[in-house]
């Protein structure tokens, strides 16, 4: 199964401030069909994960342009800019490339 | 809109059989796949399995011989059994649309 690693493993970052977050995979992501599917997810205290990026870098519905993500191949970067309180929670990167779909074991954000 | 809404029994014995149901509405199930994950308490999220928009399946390896997924696409109902529970199996079960949108969850606590 693809292992992805993610760090760091919680972040502290202050009201407006930006928070980078890395997924790395321990094989290549891009689909022979030549997409790449690695998403990443929020998950707030109490609710169910919700979808933030899609494919690397595109914004599901409804998500603010202050989360961005990029990377290629096996190196994948969530970014959060001017952070606000309900960004607080815990981060997943998610890849169904390959069979079975594995999620990185998750990045805590705490607001100073 | 996509909703997604998980019901099954809260507490399970050990042996005993687990069967949860996904009930949708906003997308049809021959259009698009639903998937099963996990969360035991205070972890990260495990990819339990999927059954596709023609109907096929796959399954996470680890729990395959115990699990079955299936669906009645009259109902709009996607149906998760599996046996021989062990106390590991204690978690919160998330259906979800292709892995995009998401149900509220379940808790499913196994324990005599």
């Known amino acids: 199964d693809v292992v992805l690693t993610q760090t760091p493993v919680s972040l502290l970052i202050s009201l407006g401030g930006q928070a980078s977050i890395s997924c790395r995979s321990s094989?290549?992501?891009?689909?022979?069909?030549?997409?790449?599917?690695l998403h990443w997810y929020l998950q707030k205290p109490g609710q169910s994960p919700q979808l933030l990026i899609y494919?690397?870098?595109n914004r599901f519905s409804g998500i603010p342009d202050r989360f961005s993500g990029s990377g290629s191949g096996t190196d994948f970067t969530l970014k959060i800019s001017r952070v606000e309180p309900e960004d607080l929670g815990v981060y997943y990167c998610l890849q169904r490339t390959h069979n079975p779909p594995t999620f990185g074991s998750g990045t805590k954000l705490e607001i100073k | 809109q996509v909703q997604l809404k998980e019901s099954g029994p809260g507490l399970v014995q050990p042996s005993q059989t687990l069967s949860l149901t996904c009930t949708v509405s906003g997308f049809s199930l021959t259009s698009n796949s639903v998937h099963w994950v996990r969360q035991p308490p205070g972890k990260g999220l495990e990819w339990v399995g999927a059954?596709?928009?023609?109907?096929?399946?796959d399954y996470n390896s680890a729990l395959k011989s115990r699990l079955s997924i299936s669906r009645d696409t009259s109902k709009s109902q996607v149906f998760l059994k599996m046996n021989s529970l062990q106390t590991e199996d204690t978690a919160i079960y998330f259906c979800?649309?292709?892995?995009?949108?998401w149900g509220q969850g379940v808790m499913v606590t196994v324990s005599s």
């Open positions: 094989q290549s992501l891009v689909h022979s069909n030549g997409n790449t599917y």
């Open positions: 979800t649309r292709s892995l995009y949108e």
């Open positions: 059954i596709w928009s023609g109907g096929s399946t």
């Open positions: 494919q690397v870098s």
